[in-house]
């Protein structure tokens, strides 16, 4: 018989920690906390499996009910109640609870069992007329909404009024007779809504909630957060049906929530909030304002209201043991809910707390160094792509800022963008291309997509662990929580702060590592790599065997790789090295020259540039290796577009203008990507290869003469979009004599490596071949994808996600590698390359090399490097130290904080996968992950500034 109910309470359970996929986080650990003897109130988990069930057959287990019936003794026995009791009744929560966590995303129903002859004896047994009759109300306004599907905005409207009638502001200001008549009203707005009436058997109220928090799996929200979050469809959620404890039973009964550890800069210190005289719900809503745990974080904070340490001392002891003992238990940060009623203490939840990237690194190393985990466990703590969180820019230290209002740092990181008000206005304005930060009083689950969309987010209300500050922690955006100085007009779309009025759409800059709310535009700053970080990077590389390089062409490309501790160029795309300012009309002179002369003069010009460029990379990166490609221009991306360029350009070449023009339209092809691109251009214009490398020589010469450690680097020159080896004979005949002539001219002697990139099937299939010319290979993958395919780089994006919907790819192979076919050919062809020169060097340049799937593939396929691009330097350093840790036995823990979506899919999708890779792909991997959007293009990525397809604007 399958048992689809497990049991807990009392110092024993039948579950554990292990099996979340059958009782969801929630049930499993509940069920481990009982078991080591936390008071954890009673209760059972209905399994995932019912779930499924459920939604596959529309009904539920034959068996089921029986099981039920039986855990509802022992929850009985144990609890010393009787569910439906006139005299001493038993009430139960239904939770929601998911494998993977989905906060807020799914149901709850509490205070079930409640009807006109409980909710009395409730009354008796409390000694509490007005708090049976607050529950009573509360569960049928959530049992409508939830179970009945009533609109909740009646029972707010009614709720409402009672208050005005009474005089009142907060619920809790209602009296007893205020409760008895909301209780009537509600059942007969019930009865109008359904022409039903409310439930009152305990029993149909139960299974009412049982199949409430099923089918919640599938509501709309819960459907976009597992979009959002990369959660598998099936699965299902559990429902725990425990107990019922109540921390609004007066003034020694309170309900809080709180993270062993700060969760948002990873301090060791007991972070969280409770309120009085208030259920779970009221902390995590942000509707009143909650108080802190400790004296400390409230004396920080300066707040007046009492911490839980100074109210009742005895249970915060005791909370604090718990503390201890789960941290101790789980060896990591734990988010707890616990409840106290009339003075004593209950765990309701506990599970691994999501923490902020900044946080989950201060917390692997300071667990390390308190013995709690190994270096490796800390290494395999993060999911690589966290590591993007902590490229958030900062508000730059010496910025002049004007600070308006301040709050809660509740998610680090600044943002700046245009105010709005409303979710559905955040998105609307971001796909115009506009940046918002999204200002709310407090924010739902029905915002979520608004708070997808928005740059960072603003609340008026509301705590560190609210709703907003949660989510905006879990998304990787900067939040400022609890600003109650200002006030919002939603209907006037005006912010007010004091006198100072913003309308809807003026610019607002917030910084989440201090909760302060700053006007204007505000100057940011980028992170380094220091403290914690830089600790938990060097354990990764002390398990790296990988190396990683960066693909860099630019000198600000080049520091900040040096910076992120990028061991070498492995791609410095020369072509891009012209893009910048006025440098692109010298390259196009050299492109549309229609002669050897013309080409001659033109590339003259770009011999100075072009070794200026070369010999700084070299002196930046000072012995470490750097690879240098040969021109590789696709012409698309290159020929003059509009009549002001060909103009332009034929005004600098001193021809005219019509000539520049016939020479264009013979240039012009239908797919460049497949033309007259890589080494066929070298082919047919011998002197453009012989160009460059005299360009390469020379500034390896000068960099001998002029680098800090005074030594000559070893040029690796690459060759691309080679096919066949003869072409690479030809190529590689010019750079050695180009090479031996600047060895004369410049009186040195250095060593060079010539090598080629393998960006084509055919290249792929003839390794054994070019491997006995080619010193090294590096794999093109984003070329090699594409010609493997036979997908466009340009294209794909308008029609992938059908194809992740039909499930015909899982992944977009411009993202993840593509194993079965590219990896295929990525391993011929080193076995090939390698039984020809076993000493053979290999590595991997496409933007896979910055994939942490991609490069686990590296790792076990045994490439010797990754490059990408200088961003991905420190995600691409941590993969692969998981990946050789990970090939030696070590276990990848399951990561607890955000991670950014995957940018290729997905309604946020604008990624082109377009030829002008580098550049465009990291400004997509960028947008997609919602940082770094403004330097991207700004800094590093200047030529993208028109949009990724088309080469910039000469004006
Ligand atoms: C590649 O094709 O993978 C590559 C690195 O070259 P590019 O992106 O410049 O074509
Ligand atoms: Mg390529």
Redesign the pocket.
Same mark, same amino acid.
């Given at each position: 018989m399958t048992k689809w109910v497990y049991n807990f309470g009392a110092g024993e359970a039948e579950g554990h920690a292990e099996i979340k996929d059958l009782l969801g986080n929630k049930g499993a650990n509940l069920a481990e906390m009982a078991s080591i003897g936390l008071p954890v109130p009673p209760g059972f988990t209905l399994t995932t499996e019912v779930c499924s069930h459920f939604e596959q057959t529309g009904s539920y287990p034959q068996d089921l009910k029986e099981q039920v019936q039986k855990a509802l003794q022992i929850l009985e026995s144990r609890a010393g109640c009787k569910f439906g009791d006139s005299e001493n009744p038993l009430l139960v929560s239904v939770r929601s609870g998911a494998r993977a966590r989905m906060p807020g995303m799914m149901d709850t129903v509490l205070n079930v069992g409640l009807n006109a002859k409980t909710v009395e004896a409730l009354a008796e047994q409390s000694d509490d007329r007005r708090f049976a009759f607050d529950s009573y109300r509360r569960f049928i306004q959530m049992y409508a909404d939830i179970v009945l599907g009533v609109d909740a905005c009646h029972f707010e409207k009614m709720l409402q009024r009672a208050k005005q009638k009474r005089g009142v502001k907060q619920d809790h200001e209602l009296q007893v007779e205020d409760l008895e008549r909301l209780v009537r009203d509600y059942k007969t707005r019930v009865f109008v809504e359904l022409g039903e009436e409310f439930p009152t058997d305990p029993q149909v109220q139960l299974w009412g909630a049982i199949g409430a928090v099923f089918k919640s799996w599938t509501n709309p929200r819960a459907k976009t957060y597992r979009e959002l979050h990369d959660i598998p469809e099936e699965g299902g959620t559990a429902a725990n049906v425990q107990a019922m404890v109540f921390g609004n039973m007066g003034h020694d009964s309170a309900s809080g929530v709180a993270f062993t550890r700060n969760p948002s800069n990873g301090d060791n210190h007991f972070y969280g909030e409770f309120l009085l005289n208030a259920q779970g719900e009221d902390v995590v809503a942000g509707i009143r304002t909650p108080s802190e745990l400790t004296m400390q974080a409230r004396m920080a904070h300066g707040n007046n209201s009492p911490s839980l340490e100074e109210k009742m001392p005895k249970v915060f002891r005791e909370l604090m043991a718990i503390r201890d003992q789960l941290e101790k238990h789980y060896k990591d940060v734990q988010d707890i809910e616990f409840t106290i009623q009339k003075g004593k203490l209950y765990m309701l939840q506990t599970r691994s707390g999501k923490r902020t990237t900044q946080a989950a690194i201060q917390i692997a190393v300071d667990m390390t160094n308190e013995g709690l985990i190994t270096k490796q466990q800390a290494v395999m703590r993060l999911h690589p792509s966290q590591i993007d969180q902590l490229l958030h820019p900062t508000i730059a230290e010496n910025a002049k800022k004007q600070i308006i209002a301040k709050g809660l740092p509740a998610s680090p990181g600044a943002a700046i963008g245009k105010v709005v008000f409303c979710a559905d206005e955040a998105v609307q304005r971001v796909s115009d291309g506009e940046k918002v930060i999204l200002v709310r009083n407090e924010t739902s689950p029905d915002d979520i997509h608004g708070l997808h969309a928005a740059e960072g987010v603003l609340t008026t209300r509301g705590g560190m662990t609210s709703h907003a500050a949660v989510v905006a922690r879990s998304m990787g955006r900067p939040c400022v929580a609890g600003a109650g100085h200002l006030e919002i007009d939603e209907a006037a779309g005006k912010l007010k702060i004091g006198d100072l009025v913003l309308e809807k759409g003026d610019k607002l800059s917030i910084d989440g590592s201090t909760g302060e709310v700053l006007l204007g535009e505000v100057p940011t700053v980028l992170p380094k790599v220091t403290g914690a970080f830089r600790t938990l990077m060097s354990w990764a590389d002390e398990y790296r065997t990988m190396q990683v390089r960066a693909?860099a062409e630019t000198k600000a490309d080049a520091i900040l790789a040096k910076d992120f501790g990028a061991e070498g160029i492995g791609?410095v795309?020369t072509e891009?090295m012209f893009f910048a300012g006025m440098r692109i009309t010298a390259m196009r002179q050299m492109i549309l020259a229609s002669d050897t002369k013309d080409r001659k003069d033109a590339l003259h010009r770009l011999l100075f540039m072009q070794r200026e460029d070369i010999t700084e990379l070299f002196q930046i990166m000072d012995g470490q290796p750097v690879t240098i490609?040969l021109f590789?221009p696709?012409l698309h991306e290159f020929l003059p577009n509009t009549e002001a360029e060909l103009s332009y350009v034929a005004r600098a070449a001193g021809v005219p203008v019509e000539r520049v023009r016939r020479r264009a339209t013979e240039l012009r092809e239908f797919n460049p990507m497949l033309g007259h691109r890589g080494c066929r251009l070298a082919i047919t214009y011998p002197e453009i290869c012989e160009m460059q490398a005299r360009a390469i020589f020379g500034a390896a010469a000068e960099a001998g003469r002029t680098s800090p450690s005074k030594k000559t680097p070893v040029a690796e020159v690459m060759v691309?979009?080679v096919a066949t080896l003869e072409e690479f004979k030809i190529i590689k005949g010019i750079i050695d004599k180009t090479a031996a002539a600047v060895q004369k001219e410049e009186n040195v002697n250095f060593t060079y490596r010539v090598g080629t990139?393998i960006?084509l099937p055919r290249a792929a299939l003839q390794a054994g071949k070019l491997a006995e010319e080619a010193e090294f290979f +590096?794999?093109?993958?984003?070329?090699?994808?594409?010609t493997t395919y036979g997908l466009s780089?340009d294209d794909t994006g308008t029609f992938m996600s059908d194809y992740k919907a039909k499930g015909i790819m899982a992944q977009d192979p411009f993202v993840t590698l593509d194993e079965e076919g590219v990896g295929e050919l990525i391993k011929v062809a080193m076995n090939r390359g390698l039984s020809t020169r076993p000493d053979m060097k290999m590595g991997?340049?496409?933007?896979?090399g910055g994939d942490p799937t991609s490069i686990d593939f590296c790792q076990r396929t045994g490439l010797n490097y990754v490059s990408c691009s200088p961003y991905r330097v420190p995600i691409a350093r941590l993969a692969a130290a998981q990946s050789a840790l990970k090939a030696q036995g070590e276990r990848v823990t399951e990561t607890r904080a955000a991670r950014p979506r995957n940018p290729s899919f997905g309604p946020w999708c604008r990624l082109v996968s377009t030829?002008a890779? +580098?550049c465009a792909?990291f400004r997509g991997f960028l947008e997609g992950s919602g940082h770094l959007r403004e330097f991207s293009a700004e800094k590093s990525l200047g030529c993208l500034k028109g949009g990724p397809r088309q080469p910039p604007s000469l004006f």
């Open positions: 693909n791609l795309r891009h490609r590789d696709p691309p979009l990139m960006e +590096s794999f093109g993958t984003n070329d090699l994808t594409q780089r991997i340049c496409g933007e896979h030829r890779s +580098s792909r």
